[in-house]
């Protein structure tokens, strides 16, 4: 009895191809997760391939997930893979059949425990950017072959070394170094201070001053190069008067200044290429402007050599130059003669014509017409004066007689104003003397003074051994007044009026 071997047994389970299956995986895979959020370290990074994809890998301690990025995707992430950072990758979990391995499609990568610090970064970024620190406009030019350059970087590190090969290499150039720390929490101020230090330098001081300065460091992390990224370091290079250029991390890391530098390096070494040119092709230029200058020279010289002697040959003699104009010349003086004798005679005839004109207006002429005028002028006149004095002669004689006739009624009635003035002032003297003080004297009053003369007006104005003057119409005589009180009035006396001579008694 022939038994079958297990290779020919026939089964009922379904065959499958390997793009059957590699399809029925896919779906399988997606299906069960659909988009993921990933967290991992990026591994093996290769930048964009030929056709714009990007591959590596996503790890940590103990597995690894193949990671791809889409041209259409990368060009629009705002957080670019870089070797050894940890990243958030969103994405879909998809196979590759042609390795029969999985893989993430990322759409979206951001830094992972960093998003804090990126999210300050770029409200830091949109504040200095809206204060104008970052223009195009306020950017310096590097100076093509600068005589000192000013590098701020650490002493100690491969970077001023790189720098310094690659000086050496392309154009050696005086170096001034300012030590700081490129990583740790002074580095942002000894960065801004050097910087600032670098611009205080004296022009023709005992330290010469840089005509450029670099601002350089090595790659590292985000975290690493966060002292570049500081408000202090940004205005210090900003406002720089010394071109900056900025050379901080590698070619895919950017921090603050660069933005804010005059211009930004890739590297430590590419800032060392960007200020010198190289200066064994400098001196070929040069050797190969001269030759070609001198070579032009010479060109030029034998063009204008050969121009100069067709233009000779294409000039004239000097007999062919002055045929022409001594051929006019003779014509011209052959017709000189008839032509002047021409004008002399029109000239004769208005010479003539216009001395008979000049006969018709002589002066002598219109002048003796004038005369005639001015003698019948002055009978006229001679006559019409005598009339006039004649005239004011009768009109003086009736006024002398009006003159005397009101010269005597006005002496008439002076010496009648006279008169009555004259009786007026007699009566007013008569008046003033009746009323004067010496007529009020005479009816028996008196007028009392002090020693000082002043007019006593009232009894009680009488002290007691006062020395009186006491004036009466006859004379003046002196009197005291008696001690113990004043002097009765006298019966029937009034007091005087105010405004009077004084006390009389």
């Given at each position: 009895m022939d038994s079958e071997s297990p290779e020919t047994k026939p089964s009922n389970t379904p065959e499958w191809s390997v793009s059957d299956l590699s399809g029925a995986l896919k779906r399988t895979l997606e299906d069960a997760f659909g988009f993921v959020r990933v967290r991992g370290e990026i591994s093996g990074y290769r930048g964009p391939v030929a056709s714009g994809h990007v591959y590596f890998s996503l790890k940590d301690v103990n597995a690894k997930i193949d990671a791809v990025i889409w041209k259409g995707v990368f060009g629009r992430l705002k957080t670019r893979p870089q070797e050894g950072l940890e990243v958030i990758a969103t994405g879909k979990i998809t196979t590759f059949a042609g390795k029969s391995s999985y893989q993430i499609v990322i759409d979206s990568l951001e830094p992972a425990g960093v998003g804090a610090l990126m999210a300050l970064l770029e409200e830091r970024r949109k504040k200095l950017a809206a204060e104008g620190l970052f223009d195009e406009g306020r950017k310096q030019l590097i100076p093509y072959l600068p005589l000192t350059i000013g590098v701020v970087t650490s002493p100690t590190g491969a970077v001023i070394r790189d720098i310094l090969h690659r000086l050496e290499e392309r154009f050696p150039r005086r170096v001034l170094?300012?030590?700081?720390?490129?990583?740790?929490?002074?580095?942002?101020?000894?960065?801004?201070?050097?910087?600032?230090?670098?611009?205080?330098?004296?022009?023709?001081?005992?330290?010469?001053r840089p005509d450029v300065i670099i601002v350089a460091r090595g790659g590292g992390s985000l975290e690493d190069l966060m002292g570049f990224n500081e408000e202090a370091v940004v205005r210090a290079a900003a406002a720089s008067l010394i071109p900056l250029v900025?050379?901080?991390?590698?070619?895919?890391?950017?921090?603050?200044?660069?933005?804010?530098?005059?211009?930004?390096?890739?590297?430590?070494?590419?800032?060392a290429e960007k200020v010198v040119p190289v200066r064994a092709e400098l001196m070929a230029q040069v050797g190969d402007l001269s030759r070609?200058?001198?070579?032009?020279?010479?060109?030029?010289?034998?063009?204008?050599?050969?121009?100069?002697?067709?233009?000779?040959?294409?000039?004239?003699?000097?007999?062919?130059?002055?045929?022409?104009?001594?051929?006019?010349?003779?014509?011209?003086?052959?017709?000189?003669?008839?032509?002047?004798?021409?004008?002399?005679?029109?000239?004769?005839?208005?010479?003539?014509?216009?001395?008979?004109?000049?006969?018709?207006?002589?002066?002598?002429?219109?002048?003796?017409?004038?005369?005639k005028h001015l003698d019948a002028l002055a009978r006229a006149l001679t006559v019409a004066r005598g009339n006039v004095v004649k005239r004011e002669q009768d009109r003086i004689a009736r006024a002398g007689d009006r003159l005397e006739a009101v010269a005597a009624r006005a002496q008439a009635g002076f010496a009648r104003l006279v008169q009555r003035r004259r009786d007026r002032l007699d009566g007013?003297?008569?008046?003033?003397?009746?009323?004067?003080?010496?007529?009020?004297?005479?009816?028996?009053?008196?007028?009392?003074?002090?020693?000082?003369?002043?007019?006593?007006?009232?009894?009680?104005?009488?002290?007691?051994?006062?020395?009186?003057q006491v004036t009466l119409a006859d004379g003046s005589f002196g009197a005291v007044v008696p001690g113990g009180s004043v002097m009765p009035r006298p019966p029937g006396r009034k007091p005087a009026p105010p405004g009077g001579q004084g006390d009389l008694f």
């Open positions: 170094v300012w030590p700081v720390r490129v990583q740790g929490e002074t580095s942002a101020a000894e960065v801004a201070n050097a910087i600032n230090g670098f611009n205080a330098l004296p022009e023709g001081g005992r330290i010469p900025s050379a901080v991390g590698h070619e895919t890391d950017w921090t603050l200044i660069d933005h804010a530098a005059d211009l930004r390096a890739p590297t430590p070494t590419g800032a070609r200058h001198a070579g032009a020279t010479l060109r030029l010289f034998d063009r204008r050599r050969n121009e100069l002697r067709s233009l000779g040959r294409a000039l004239p003699t000097p007999e062919n130059l002055l045929a022409g104009p001594r051929q006019r010349l003779d014509l011209a003086a052959a017709k000189l003669g008839p032509a002047l004798a021409r004008n002399a005679r029109v000239h004769e005839q208005k010479l003539a014509v216009a001395v008979q004109r000049l006969a018709r207006h002589s002066p002598l002429v219109r002048l003796a017409g004038e005369r007013l003297w008569t008046l003033a003397a009746s009323l004067g003080p010496q007529a009020v004297l005479a009816r028996g009053y008196a007028l009392v003074r002090d020693e000082n003369g002043v007019l006593l007006r009232q009894a009680a104005a009488a002290r007691p051994g006062m020395a009186l």
